[in-house]
């Protein structure tokens, strides 16, 4: 398997500009997670998906991050418009969860490489 | 909120050593624990995942400890070799998140 997948790997954009994210996750898993990271705050979870339903979004940091996925091997993470301060690296993972509950016997989660995103 | 913590920050060691590195957590009611490992300007590469039920993990060179009463976890690297360069990340899972600690930096020595 060529493990998780995420466009662009390098994204570099104005303020105001809509910039969308890619993932393509392990064949056969069933749930989608969205990560930021940046020095100051590290990893943060933003959203995840459970059988390409969102389940908890209370990550998102504003209206202007939306995310979707329209199938199993498929999802994107929108900004519109982008900002300065959205400037991090963005990591998709992918895990076989039993269940929609996060913990919930949750298996390991594997990492995309993440697109590092600088918005100028 | 759960808090990870993981001292110390960085570590240099020379190669051969065997060394430990900590990750702790305030909030024992965590399904599992996962260690990672990330490269510079790459992802995450998980290590090792422990669930909340078992003590440890091993995985070659690497061995996970968890504590959870204690909200501790430990990842022992044995003969470390210059390869092991690279940031530390554990990460606990509760009900509704992955909390992930910011890291040991380790540097192995040739």
């Known amino acids: 398997d060529a493990g998780v997948i995420q466009s662009p790997r390098h994204e570099v954009t104005e303020m105001g500009q809509e910039v969308t994210l890619r993932c393509k996750p392990i064949s056969g898993h069933n749930s989608l997670f969205w990560y930021r990271q940046t020095m100051m705050r590290g990893l943060e979870l933003l959203i995840y998906?459970?059988?390409?339903?969102?389940?908890?979004d209370s990550g998102m940091p504003e209206d202007r991050f939306s995310a979707k996925m329209p199938n199993a091997s498929f999802s994107t993470l929108k900004i519109q418009p982008s900002e300065p301060r959205d400037s991090a690296v963005y990591f998709c993972?992918?895990?076989?969860?039993?269940?929609?509950?996060?913990?919930?016997?949750?298996?390991?989660?594997?990492f995309g490489p993440g697109t590092r995103l600088t918005v100028t | 909120k759960q808090e990870v913590t993981q001292i110390p920050a960085a570590l240099s060691v020379p190669e051969g050593e065997n060394l430990v590195l900590n990750c702790s957590f305030t909030d024992s009611a965590i399904y599992n624990l996962q260690w990672f490992r990330q490269d510079p300007g790459k992802g995450l590469t998980s290590l090792l995942l422990?669930?909340?039920?078992?003590r440890e993990q091993t995985s070659g060179r690497l061995n996970a400890s968890l504590d959870k009463s204690s909200g501790r976890s430990t990842l022992y690297i044995a003969a470390s070799q210059p390869g092991d360069s690279a940031t530390y990340l554990c990460a606990v899972t509760g009900a509704n998140n992955l909390f992930f600690g910011t890291g040991t930096r380790l540097t192995v020595i040739p």
């Open positions: 998906f459970n059988n390409n339903v969102p389940i908890d």
């Open positions: 422990i669930q909340s039920s078992q």
């Open positions: 993972a992918s895990s076989l969860a039993l269940s929609g509950l996060f913990g919930d016997r949750g298996y390991e989660q594997y």
